[in-house]
């Protein structure tokens, strides 16, 4: 159909408040969209629809609760990947200020890559996350993914890794082949067992083909997709993989702010009155988000338990108690 007749039918329906007609044009602009290759803009039009009808579009529109089958490890046949949707938003995650501002960049270059692409230009496509353990970057993967709309493609190295000589790789190239059937956010968590340094001296001719292979398939992927690479042991990294993305984000343990932001955000169903979250922040030397999480749940739990709806001082105290023999155990493990 025509643009001005697809457009007439669309107003004619919203003015006669024929819902059903109104969906069925803006399905039919979206897949003209699809048409012209404008894929962001049609996803985007997609999502709004989706978001106001309450429902799934017509069966001829790309329905991302249904996925290409997923490569599998030929010897073990495992999937290579999980593939999830998440509806999280900026809030699902405390970041600072730094991060957060860079990653909502990047989101607004994701959205808007026809018109960058109109200048000659690319978004930023290829995100390094380093840091200690338990620090947000696994769970800004999947913000990422909420915000963008598109669905999360985690990398299982598990399945990925193989006995046969030279299968990894071509576990490698079967993900990548994947990436290019649409539009998602890849995760490639724990990075540095597939990117170790080439150089070190332990490590066998297969290690050192399988980083060749991946440098290769990130330098030729064409894929529009936004890849995220994450890792706790960034020192183990070869040097050639830092240069392949557009950006590097270091995620810390969270300072005092921060962990004030997050004892409120997990505690916010709870009714807390006389505590001092900035108090009990100062006294989480060292803790990391997965810490506060952890003891945030264990306080929430006992209330619950007890069938009450008022957290108490104490409820934290025996809390972070026990966060405190946790890592003690840790620590002292760590020295046997």
Not at 78 to 86: H, M, T, W
Request: proline letters at 2%; hydrophobic letters at 40%; charged letters at 25%.
């Amino acid at each position: 159909m025509a643009r001005g007749e697809l457009l007439r039918k669309l107003f004619l329906n919203f003015s006669l408040n024929e819902r059903e007609g109104f969906f069925a044009a803006a399905a039919e602009i979206i897949e003209e969209e699809k048409a012209k290759n404008h894929a962001l803009l049609a996803r985007d039009l997609e999502k709004i629809l989706q978001n106001a009808n309450g429902k799934a579009l017509a069966s001829n529109s790309f329905n991302y609760d249904r996925y290409p089958e997923v490569p599998k490890d030929r010897e073990t046949g495992l999937a290579l990947i999980d593939v999830q949707k998440f509806d999280y938003s900026w809030d699902r995650v405390i970041l600072n200020e730094t991060n957060l501002a860079i990653l909502q960049t990047v989101a607004l270059e994701n959205r808007k890559q026809e018109v960058l692409e109109t200048y000659g230009l690319k978004p930023k496509l290829k995100l390094l996350f380093c840091g200690p353990p338990g620090c947000g970057k696994t769970l800004t993967a999947k913000v990422m993914s909420g915000v963008l709309g598109i669905p999360l493609v985690y990398v299982n190295l598990t399945a990925v890794f193989s006995s046969f000589l030279g299968e990894t790789a071509t576990n490698l190239k079967k993900i990548f082949s994947y990436v290019e059937t649409g539009e998602w956010v890849v995760l490639f968590d724990e990075f540095d067992a597939i990117a170790r340094d080439r150089n070190t001296l332990n490590e066998h001719g297969e290690v050192k083909r399988l980083v060749n292979s991946l440098l290769q398939l990130i330098d030729t992927s064409n894929s529009k997709s936004l890849f995220i690479a994450a890792t706790n042991h960034e020192s183990l990294l070869d040097s050639a993989v830092w240069r392949r993305f557009d950006e590097i984000l270091f995620f810390d343990k969270p300072n005092v702010k921060l962990k004030v932001q997050l004892l409120t955000n997990y505690l916010s169903a709870f009714r807390h009155e006389k505590i001092s979250f900035e108090e009990i922040a100062s006294k989480l030397e060292g803790a990391t988000g997965a810490d506060i999480e952890r003891i945030c749940a264990d306080a929430m739990k006992a209330v619950i338990l007890r069938g009450d709806r008022q957290l108490t001082h104490s409820d934290l105290q025996t809390s972070i108690r026990r966060y405190t023999e946790r890592q003690g155990i840790i620590s002292r493990s760590a020295t046997f």
